[in-house]
């Protein structure tokens, strides 16, 4: 219950700040997804996620963002960061607890995707990026929770380069350690330290012609994991995932995806074939 009282102490601040740029309110957002589920003779219904995020313009220049998530019987601070982008500028820099922009995870599912699984890296982290048309820059860095020889140093980084039109976007992501990966740092729940850096890399595309999008995406380790430190087998885990979405007018979409992972030793399912429907 603390939280929220929190919250609302750290928005009424931003609000008060910025009563001279009262032009950019704060705006709110959020997402309430329930599950009903049946498998091998049981049932259950319950409250998969809740989500709660603000974003208030302390100035022209001064954004700062906050979301709250419920997820699995925990609620926490998702993400929450401060960005500053002057007016006309194509640069940009973010700080605080975010996602990385490594990975795209985009889909058309309710569950999340295998690529996400295997790649979703939430750090405290500062973020540089640079727009020019079509072409988004992002470079990052961080000092993880992975490597022994590392833990105390802000040594790890990535980066994002992602070009982006109306019927095509493309991206490529590379990080210097997938390894602290949310996942695959919930794998290693004994000590959440392995010997060595092992780099990732991501690529993902959209494409859109008509009624229908296309999404591909593929994430993976660049070296293999020692074993006994993610699984009890050396491991060099990748995750796929495509999908084909039709627009069926009215603001609904029908979805087939095909998800697969490889070298992951039960970390990840071997394949998923899913079917979604979703309606404004």
């Known amino acids: 219950m603390k939280q929220p009282t929190l919250a609302s102490a750290v928005i009424a601040a931003l609000a008060l700040q910025s009563n001279a740029y009262a032009a950019e309110p704060i705006s709110t957002s959020g997402v309430v997804e329930v599950e009903i589920s049946s498998s091998e003779g049981t049932s259950d219904i319950g409250l998969a996620t809740a989500e709660l995020g603000f974003s208030a313009a302390i100035n022209k220049s001064t954004t700062a963002d906050i979301l709250f998530l419920y997820e699995g019987d925990t609620t926490d601070v998702d993400s929450a960061s401060i960005?500053?982008?002057?007016?006309?500028?194509?640069?940009?820099?973010?700080?605080?607890?975010?996602?990385?922009?490594?990975?795209?995870?985009?889909?058309?599912?309710?569950?999340?995707?295998?690529?996400?699984?295997?790649?979703?890296?939430?750090?405290?982290?500062?973020?540089?990026?640079?727009?020019?048309?079509?072409?988004?820059?992002?470079?990052?860095?961080?000092?993880?929770?992975?490597?022994?020889?590392?833990?105390?140093?802000?040594?790890?980084?990535?980066?994002?380069?992602?070009?982006?039109?109306?019927?095509?976007?493309?991206?490529?992501?590379?990080?210097?350690?997938?390894?602290?990966?949310?996942?695959?740092?919930d794998a290693n729940d004994v000590s959440n330290v392995m010997a060595a850096q092992v780099p990732g890399q991501s690529i993902a595309l959209q494409f859109t012609a008509g009624s229908f999008t296309l999404i591909g995406e593929q994430v993976s380790a660049g070296e293999a994991f020692a074993a006994g430190e993610v699984t009890a087998a050396a491991i060099q885990p990748s995750a796929t995932n495509i999908e084909l979405a039709f627009g069926m007018g009215n603001n609904a979409t029908l979805a087939l995806g095909m998800q697969s992972s490889n070298d992951a030793n039960g970390l990840l399912d071997k394949s998923r074939t899913m079917l979604g429907y979703a309606m404004a």
Do not use: C, R
Request: hydrophobic letters at 35%; zero cysteines.
């Open 83 to 185: 960005t500053y982008k002057t007016p006309d500028s194509p640069w940009s820099v973010t700080a605080g607890q975010i996602g990385v922009p490594f990975g795209s995870f985009a889909t058309n599912m309710i569950s999340d995707p295998l690529t996400l699984e295997l790649g979703e890296t939430s750090e405290d982290a500062v973020q540089l990026d640079y727009e020019a048309g079509n072409l988004t820059t992002s470079f990052y860095l961080f000092n993880g929770t992975n490597s022994v020889a590392t833990a105390d140093k802000i040594d790890n980084f990535g980066l994002n380069i992602t070009h982006a039109s109306d019927t095509l976007a493309v991206s490529f992501g590379y990080i210097n350690d997938i390894g602290d990966s949310d996942g695959l740092q």
